[in-house]
């Protein structure tokens, strides 16, 4: 059985400079929205298969999980999970797609550098570069989610069609 497992890097946020609160409080930026938006409507063809969104509970993710969210009639399926904060990795995804089984499909939503490095993991190395938006797809033949493929990884501006 093949587990399939798309990644969604954030939207872009403000700065670290430009905010003076918490950082886990971040949100994106207008133009961050308005791109995760178009994106989120090509996700349509790009992952029309999702069963459930885990989220980071960062704003800055939770917000781009929502708006993914409205554009695949998702709404309620949005899940958050401090596993996906900073410091995630193969082994909190493992236990994160474990406690979902009945979900098929999941797409997690979080921060670089760790899906950049889970993704080259789970692929058996490689270097990978996630984009703020960007959305990778894994696919994983095996329960232990060791021995993905990479099928595909989009910028942002390419899953708008720009």
């Known amino acids: 059985m093949i587990r399939r497992v798309y990644f969604l890097r954030h939207g872009k946020a403000l700065s670290r400079a430009d905010w003076d609160a918490d950082d886990e409080l971040r949100p994106l930026t207008e133009d961050g929205e308005a791109l995760l938006r178009a994106g989120a409507r090509a996700m349509k063809r790009w992952a029309p298969d999702v069963d459930v969104i885990v989220t980071s509970p960062l704003a800055r993710a939770r917000r781009t999980a929502d708006i993914v ?15 996906l904060a900073p410091g995630f990795d193969l082994r909190r995804l493992a236990k994160i797609v474990a406690g979902r089984a009945g979900d098929a499909v999941v797409l997690v939503v979080g921060h670089e550098p760790d899906f950049s490095e889970t993704i080259s993991a789970a692929i058996g190395g490689g270097r990978v570069a996630m984009k703020k938006g960007a959305l990778a797809r894994v696919d994983f033949s095996g ?20």
């Open 69 to 83: 969210a409205e554009e695949l009639d998702l709404g309620a399926r949005v899940v958050e999970d401090a596993r």
């Open 143 to 162: 329960p232990d989610l060791a021995n993905g493929v990479l099928a595909w990884l989009v910028t942002p501006a390419q899953s708008a069609g720009e």
